[in-house]
């Protein structure tokens, strides 16, 4: 059961810009616990795209940005392009009895 | 290459017994906490477990414990994971994934396929 809620998709037109949400609570990303970001393509494993809120591995297009803000956070995706047609999920920790890490729902983008 | 290769998945009884290995390669991996993650038939990601670099402290999600037990061996470069009392619920891709400084998983496998199923 995720306890951080993404919104389950959301689409644009090549070029165009589309984020993110990823809502958490006051013991994930509330508590001030880093939130990454994963892209999964369809059939393979997923892959670390942001780190630490708003840092990108080597070899992560700078099209690709994260932000957090209280216990929310934002994946921004500028000049959308075809291949980043794919799920993503944001993850964190979380400090309840509980849980452990958490992943959220998932949300697929899709390009238009 | 830094590498995570799963293995050991398989259709399996409810009720019945497996064991997941994740051989690591290219990397020291006795410095790093390591993770199972799973994810059902098109559905989303779940965490698993977790294991320190020492195997000095280990976590759950509440769905395995008491059924499922995380291991590594850092002299063979392995992380496992003994899963009993399987459901049909466990049925998913397992993946191994590496934690980095940022708690964040940086590397993963391709994922071996556990099917619960009579």
């Keep these: 059961q995720s306890v951080l809620t993404q919104p389950p998709s959301v689409s644009g ?12 609570s006051s013991s994930n990303i509330g508590a001030g616990y880093d939130v990454h970001w994963y892209q999964q393509l369809p059939g393979t494993a997923p892959k670390l795209l942001i ?11 700078d099209r690709f940005s994260g932000s957090k803000s209280g216990t929310s956070a934002s994946l921004a995706i500028t000049g959308l392009q075809a291949e980043d047609e794919a799920d993503y999920y ?5 400090s309840s009895l509980s849980a452990f890490y958490v992943f959220g729902t998932g949300t697929k983008v899709t390009v238009l | 290459e830094v590498q995570l290769v799963e293995s050991g998945g398989g259709l399996v009884k409810p ?21 199972w993650v799973r994810q059902a038939p098109g559905k989303g990601l779940e965490w698993v477990s977790s294991i320190s670099s020492s195997s ?14 995380i291991s590594r061996d850092n002299a063979k470069n392995s992380l496992y994971l003994q899963m009993n009392s399987l459901r049909a619920e466990d049925t998913a891709v397992y993946y191994c994934a590496r934690v980095e400084v940022y708690d964040a998983f940086d590397i993963w496998g391709q994922g071996t396929m556990v099917t619960v199923s009579s």
């Design chain 1, 13 to 24: 037109a090549p070029g165009q810009r589309v984020t993110i949400s990823c809502t958490g």
């Design chain 1, 51 to 61: 780190y630490g809120n708003s840092n990108r591995p080597s070899g992560v297009p």
């Design chain 1, 90 to 94: 944001c993850q964190s920790y979380d």
């Design chain 2, 15 to 35: 009720g019945g017994s497996l064991r997941l290995s994740c051989a690591a390669s290219g990397f020291t991996f006795s410095s790093y906490s390591m993770n």
């Design chain 2, 56 to 69: 000095s402290y280990i976590y759950y999600a509440d769905s395995v414990k008491g059924r499922f037990t």
